[in-house]
Every structure is written in structure tokens, then in C-alpha cells.
């Protein structure tokens, strides 16, 4: 039972670099997300999707982007990293919308840029 | 506008003793609440959820919370603690309109469990 799969789980990054952490889901969820948690601060929406082709702005969008190419992926890209990107990143997919339905979380990935 | 406000940022228990971990909300209307716990290290994962049935509503691990309209809260408890519930707990909110979808997470509560 795959569930929702994110790569990598760890990686450091120099500012001004770009990289694409990479989520997957197994159950033919519609909606997915993309959360970041930094410490003591909760979970705060980056990204979301309804369905593949379909994506929208949650409320900290700025210096990511998203695609939904397949109901399976939705991979969020980092340009130009900053100090202010180092943060734990979830990706998360239900089959109703959030406010309705149960959110399943990967595992996380933490990134560092420095 | 819907706001989540977790009392505590950290409990610490002994095991064996009751857990609870307090939750108040704010709504303008009749709202959707969940209880999702994080061990170190993991995604998260729900507990329950309340949304508009019955009132106090039983979850995962003996966990459950009751839905108080009057007093705006939804605290989570547990009539005995065990070592396994060490981790991390966010109260969360529906956000209705706007972004489809969009919850709102409280900042947190770390629950210790001594032996």
C-alpha cells in the first residue's frame, strides 16, 4: 500500500539553485496539495489541484510552481531557493475536497538552503 | 473569516493518565473540524472528524472530541495514555469558500507521555 510517495525526503539546496520535489499517489485521488510545516507554525497551503490540468494558488504560492499532467503526479517546482524556502514539505490527496473528506499525507520532504 | 487557535503548545502525561488537548475555533458558519496526529518524522494522519452529525465523535486509538457550538471548542481526549501517542497533534478547520478545499491548521500541540 503505496499511498501518497514524495522524493527525496532530504536535500540541501545553495541559494538561487532550482529543484522539483517530486509526489505520488496510488489511489486515484482527484484533489491534491502541497503543504509546507515550519516549526511551531502549523501547516500552511502552497498548491493545489482538483484534477489533472487544473491548479490554483493556496496561500503562500510565491517562488513555487506546480503541474498536473496525470491524476498520479504533482511535482512542485522550487526556483531560485531561498533561506525562507527551508521548511518540512507535504504532499497530501483526497478524494473529496479537504474540508469534506480525509487528506492523506506522505512522509515529507525536508529541505535546507543555505 | 475561520480561525483555529490550539491552547497548549506543549502537554506532558504519564502514562496511564487522562490526555486532553484543547482545541477553539472560530466560524461564521456551521463548520467541518479534525483532529490529525503526527509522529517524528511521518506525514500526518486524521484521528476524526466532526462534520455536523453527532456532537462527540470517537476516533482512532481511543481518541475522541466533542463538538461544543456554545463554547466554540472541539478538545481532544483520551481516558488513558499510552507511550505510542507521543507526537504531535493539529486541530484543524474547514475553510468554506475561497479555495476549494483549503484547511486550516492550528499551530500544534507535542503531547509527551513519562512512564
Known amino acids: 500500500n503505496a499511498g501518497v510517495t514524495q522524493t527525496p525526503k532530504f536535500r540541501i539546496l545553495k541559494i538561487g539553485q532550482s529543484m522539483t520535489l517530486q509526489c505520488t499517489q496510488d489511489m486515484n485521488h482527484n484533489y491534491m496539495y502541497w503543504y509546507r510545516q515550519d516549526p511551531g507554525m502549523g501547516l500552511k497551503l502552497i498548491y493545489y489541484?482538483?484534477?489533472?490540468?487544473?491548479?490554483d494558488k493556496g496561500e503562500v504560492p510565491n517562488g513555487y510552481n506546480v503541474s498536473r499532467s496525470t491524476t498520479e503526479d504533482f511535482p512542485l517546482r522550487l526556483e531560485l531557493a531561498a533561506p525562507s524556502q527551508t521548511s518540512v514539505y507535504f504532499c497530501?490527496?483526497?478524494?473529496?475536497?479537504?474540508?469534506?473528506?480525509?487528506?492523506?499525507f506522505g512522509e515529507g520532504s525536508r529541505l535546507t538552503v543555505l | 473569516a475561520q480561525s483555529v487557535t490550539q491552547l497548549d503548545s506543549h502537554v506532558s502525561v504519564s502514562e496511564g493518565t487522562p490526555v486532553l488537548l484543547r482545541c477553539n475555533y472560530s466560524s461564521s458558519y456551521s463548520p467541518s473540524l479534525f483532529w490529525y496526529v503526527q509522529h517524528p518524522n511521518k506525514g500526518l494522519q486524521l484521528l476524526l472528524k466532526?462534520?455536523?452529525?453527532?456532537?462527540l465523535v470517537k476516533g482512532i486509538n481511543g481518541f475522541e472530541a466533542e463538538f461544543k457550538k456554545s463554547e466554540t471548542s472541539f478538545h481532544l481526549t483520551k481516558p488513558s495514555a499510552h507511550m505510542s501517542d507521543a507526537a504531535e497533534y493539529f486541530c484543524?478547520?474547514?475553510?468554506?469558500?475561497?479555495?476549494?478545499?483549503?484547511?486550516?491548521f492550528g499551530k500544534g500541540t507535542k503531547l509527551s507521555v513519562k512512564p
Open positions: 484543524v478547520v474547514s475553510r468554506y469558500g475561497g479555495s476549494q478545499g483549503n484547511l486550516i
Open positions: 497530501a490527496s483526497s478524494i473529496r475536497t479537504g474540508g469534506n473528506g480525509e487528506l492523506f
Open positions: 489541484s482538483v484534477g489533472a490540468g487544473i491548479t
Open positions: 466532526y462534520t455536523s452529525a453527532a456532537t
